[in-house]
């Protein structure tokens, strides 16, 4: 039925069906076996790919490409649209050990990384468990964190990605859930509050709530930022509201720290310093 190919996989040769194969032949087992061998083909190659995104991470910007970022890199090199770039260099990052701003930043979904490579699990379900374990609290002990994870792979090995998506937010509600209580209980609720933590992955993580003078501020500030921005060429901007209104926030901080009103802290102004 089939002529093969040979294509290099993590080092290893494997056989891919060539052209012209007479799939018409096969029984309807024989076709969905092959289905699956070649979606496990697939999925290592994605853990291969991703461990060489940890490499070129790590190896700092990339001006010999002209681009900016590595998500734009995968954009013009591939190319994939930035979104999916953005997606494959946060699981990436999330499953591999890579150096981060302060040093070396350990695997969120070391797991993961090793059920991709053995494809074992899809590309979308890794995502949705590395996304996921990435935001438990810094609190939550080690052995916590790898017991979570093996609790959503179980799912992501043969649900769908909605569904691990969904089990994620269960676990993370129940995560938030046994968070340590404050030490004064009776304390008044503010009216402004601001919490952040970084993430394994990198990124920080913001929560909060204002009142309602500041609110419509914020809302006032970021309005103008966040709106759709359509290419030179007419392209219209294809970012969803929830990423239009991130990179407004990310605008509005530059704004602010180009202003340089910010006052001083221990005695020098705020510096950004970029590498």
Not at 72 to 99: F, I, N, S, W, Y
Not at 255 to 261: A, C, P, S, T
């Amino acid at each position: 039925v089939c002529s093969f190919v040979g294509v290099m996989v993590g080092g290893v040769g494997v056989a891919l069906p060539g052209p012209g194969t007479a799939w018409w032949r096969a029984d309807r087992g024989g076709l969905v076996e092959q289905l699956h061998a070649l979606e496990v083909v697939q999925r290592q190659a994605a853990a291969i790919q991703g461990e060489i995104l940890v490499e070129m991470a790590d190896r700092g910007p990339l001006a010999e490409y002209g681009s900016g970022s590595l998500p734009a890199l995968l954009r013009d090199v591939l190319p994939v649209d930035l979104a999916e770039g953005k997606r494959r260099v946060a699981r990436a990052l999330a499953c591999h050990t890579h150096h981060g701003a302060v040093g070396e930043v350990p695997p969120a979904a070391p797991q993961t990384a090793q059920a991709l490579r053995d494809g074992e699990v899809g590309v979308r379900q890794a995502e949705a468990v590395a996304e996921t374990v990435s935001r438990i609290p810094e609190h939550v002990p080690e052995s916590s964190r790898r017991e979570s994870e093996g609790y959503l792979l179980r799912p992501a090995c043969q649900a769908t990605a909605p569904a691990v998506w969904r089990a994620g937010k269960h676990l993370l509600r129940y995560v938030h859930d046994d968070d340590p209580p404050p030490d004064d209980e009776d304390r008044p609720e503010p009216r402004r509050e601001l919490r952040w933590s970084w993430r394994r992955d990198g990124r920080l993580n913001l929560a909060g709530i204002v009142d309602a003078e500041t609110g419509h501020a914020l809302e006032t500030a970021l309005s103008p930022l966040a709106k759709p921005q359509p290419a030179t060429d007419g392209t219209p901007d294809t970012r969803p509201p929830e990423q239009r209104q991130g990179d407004a926030f990310a605008a509005m901080v530059g704004l602010v720290l180009d202003e340089g009103k910010l006052p001083a802290e221990g005695g020098e102004k705020p510096r950004l310093v970029i590498t």
